[in-house]
């Protein structure tokens, strides 16, 4: 039998040589943690590389992103789709082993990792949503759903804020299949980390209400098997178990030190490596042996078959929940759902209420909910001002087979945990905040938008208009940048059968995140056709026309459609020919045809105004240099809402004006 330590050793021979032959990588930290990953994945991931996808499968997330080769060395070894030749490409142009682990490039990547902190936050929400199915699936006699969650994660991630976020709410949540293993080697880029992070951490995670294991030695295999064990045995508190390594183990000459964290070792040290390690064989050269005694492919094959016929005892005792859950589990929505949405969005046309469109989020909540099993959703400690709570909520903190979760204040942790919900499977996640604080979660929302998962980000008190806050809590430049993000689609209604087509919308997409931005003011009703409700989806439509070729065309988003149709009624009178488009996704009309762009601004119209509480910058696409944007392109003030629209010029009056001195 070949030994634990010849295992772990491919590890390290992998990951020394694919980052030299890159001459870019990270070895340190695989070397340091190879002999913790042998432990785990040898005798306790379940899993199947024939079929990473199998719903019941372990996860394994590498927070530490930048020791990417540790990750694809494993999936090489235990016999995933990565062959060698992926290995020797390893961060080369169009490789399936770019830089940092990316979901959907190598089989058995469970997220995109590397801004630190995101990954471990990412698996709180996969043990979240391995809970929460389970509670709302298994049964005393069949506990379908069952697996467990497994992190590596180093200093940065610790050093993270959203590390902090994520493990408070985790000890809460008292996520027991939730194990993370701590690469405690105190170096970081800078070198000893005792200059910068001297936290006392297994106190800290005790504090949180974890299970902690200390001063665990990371390379002594005995002693990493005996702490899963204990970790294993409590399954009321998340366990993290601190492993103290050394970085680059195996280095004479670079372990413990911060030369090998991020660079190649070198010929020469590589050379030295191999002798002191016994590691005989050529770069990317592996041993039948060592193969033989990684691969999982006949037992994983065989937990999985396991499981499905403990699935079809399930679905034969439970019909309707098999049905269900498989439906779930392939990301399915229910037969029935868009035509049930259809006929929602148009009972919400014929009650033509005008209301905040927070409050008619909350409605369409209300009416998509219970045709959604689906649905997590949640809110970072606003679910009174954003309105994310409909009827049939159920707190997860109480309910087993609950759907809501209270975040707290912790927006950044809340995004990222809703991607972690996401890769999971089996829900389709929402959460809350004020739009002003996406800025807190930017990068968890770039995260979802790169792994083109689906997420749905609720964002209220969209503009000046949320009023004596002030300039601290008013938006001005956030709907701008969210739309700058590649992939994120971005939904401003400007009514409540806006807010009910955003919604839809954002529940059909599977390809990317949305982000939902709401109004804390009431806005008016529009009267639309039954083809300009079904035009809404393409982002921008015209809304009011005139006969012929119009001499101008407003455009306008959320509130300020209003004051569009407005100012146009002015001028229809005054006997000027306009159009009013409304635009509540940028985005989707860009990726809208040439023609039907062109029907609804077509190109011999040159006189257009662009109106939006905002910044202006990215409205001259739309309207040109010789039209005009009537935006916000400073800070607001505090005073109540109408004093400011007022202020900074958001009246009909400017914009009668504005269209006519360009006609």
Same mark, same amino acid.
């Given at each position: ?13 992998l990951s020394m040589d694919a980052v030299q032959k890159a001459n870019s ?30 719903? @019941? ?41 770019? =830089? ?94 005792? =200059?910068? #992070? ?220 809703? @991607? ?6 089996? #829900? ?184 939006e509480a905002g910044v202006t910058d990215a409205w001259f696409k739309y309207?040109? #240099? ?38």
């Amino acid at each position: 039998m070949t030994s634990r330590r010849k295992l772990a050793n491919a590890i390290r021979a992998l990951s020394m040589d694919a980052v030299q032959k890159a001459n870019s990588g990270h070895p340190g930290a695989p070397m340091g943690m190879a002999d913790i990953a042998e432990v785990l994945w040898n005798d306790y991931m379940n899993h199947n590389p024939a079929n990473p996808n199998w719903a @019941n499968r372990d996860r394994f997330v590498l927070s530490n992103g930048h020791g990417s080769m540790l990750i694809y060395s494993l999936l090489h070894l235990t016999g995933y789709d990565l062959p060698m030749e992926e290995i020797k490409n390893f961060r080369q142009l169009h490789s399936k082993t770019p =830089g940092h682990p990316e979901y959907g490039y190598a089989p058995g990547v469970e997220t995109t990792t590397g801004p630190l902190g995101q990954g471990i936050t990412n698996a709180v929400g996969m043990a979240i949503a391995e809970k929460v199915l389970a509670g709302q699936f298994n049964k005393p006699d069949n506990e379908i759903i069952d697996h467990n969650t497994y992190v590596f994660l180093g200093d940065g991630c610790m050093m993270e804020g959203i590390s902090h976020e994520a493990c408070s709410l985790a000890g809460t949540h008292k996520l027991g299949k939730l194990t993370a293993f701590y690469d405690d080697n105190g170096i970081s880029i800078d070198g000893e980390v005792e =200059g910068w #992070f001297t936290d006392d951490t297994p106190k800290r995670f005790e504090a949180y209400g974890w299970h902690v294991i200390s001063k665990v030695d990371g390379h002594d295999a005995d002693a990493v098997k005996k702490a899963i064990e204990e970790a294993r045995a409590v399954s009321d508190k998340p366990t993290l178990i601190c492993c103290q390594t050394i970085i680059g183990w195996g280095s004479p000459n670079k372990q413990g030190k911060e030369d090998c964290h991020g660079a190649a070792l070198g010929d020469d040290e590589i050379a030295l490596v191999r002798e002191t390690i016994g590691w005989k064989e050529a770069p990317f050269e592996m041993p039948d042996e060592v193969y033989e005694g990684w691969d999982a492919k006949v037992a994983g094959s065989r937990i999985e078959e396991e499981w499905n016929d403990k699935f079809a005892a399930y679905q034969t005792a439970y019909p309707e929940l098999g049905a269900e859950l498989s439906r779930r589990l392939k990301g399915d929505l229910p037969a029935d759902f868009i035509e049930k949405a259809d006929a929602f969005i148009a009972d919400v046309d014929a009650k033509a209420e005008k209301i905040a469109s927070r409050k008619a989020s909350q409605n369409t909540l209300n009416g998509f909910g219970p045709l959604l099993p689906e649905f997590l959703g949640g809110s970072a400690d606003l679910a009174g001002s954003n309105l994310t709570l409909w009827s049939g909520c159920k707190g997860i903190q109480d309910n087993a087979d609950g759907n809501y979760i209270y975040y707290g204040v912790r927006e950044f942790a809340m995004s990222a945990i809703m @991607n972690g919900i996401s890769l999971h499977g089996g #829900f389709i996640p929402y959460g809350a905040t004020f739009l002003m604080f996406s800025e807190y979660a930017r990068n968890a929302l770039r995260m979802a938008a790169l792994m083109k998962i689906q997420g749905i980000f609720v964002y209220t008190h969209d503009s000046i208009g949320l009023g004596e806050d002030g300039p601290t809590h008013q938006p001005v430049e956030q709907t701008a940048t969210l739309r700058l993000i590649p992939n994120m689609s971005v939904w401003r209604p400007c009514d409540a059968v806006e807010s009910a087509v955003a919604w839809k919308v954002a529940i059909a997409r599977k390809d990317g995140p949305c982000s939902l931005i709401f109004s804390r003011q009431g806005l008016a009703p529009q009267n639309r056709s039954a083809d300009q409700i079904a035009a809404i989806e393409k982002g921008g439509y015209i809304l009011s026309d005139c006969d012929g070729t119009p001499e101008a065309i407003i455009i306008a988003t959320g509130s300020e459609v209003e004051l569009a149709m407005n100012a146009a009624q002015q001028l229809t009178e005054k006997g000027k020919k306009i159009r009013v488009v409304s635009m509540p996704s940028t985005n989707m009309f860009d990726a809208q045809d040439d023609a039907y762009r062109e029907s609804v601004l077509p190109s011999n119209v040159t006189a257009r105004v662009a109106v939006e509480a905002g910044v202006t910058d990215a409205w001259f696409k739309y309207v040109g #240099f010789q039209g005009k944007v009537i935006g916000l392109d400073r800070f607001g003030e505090s005073a109540p809402a109408g004093d400011l629209f007022k202020l900074f010029n958001f009246t009909v009056e400017n914009v009668v004006s504005s269209v006519e001195s360009i006609i």
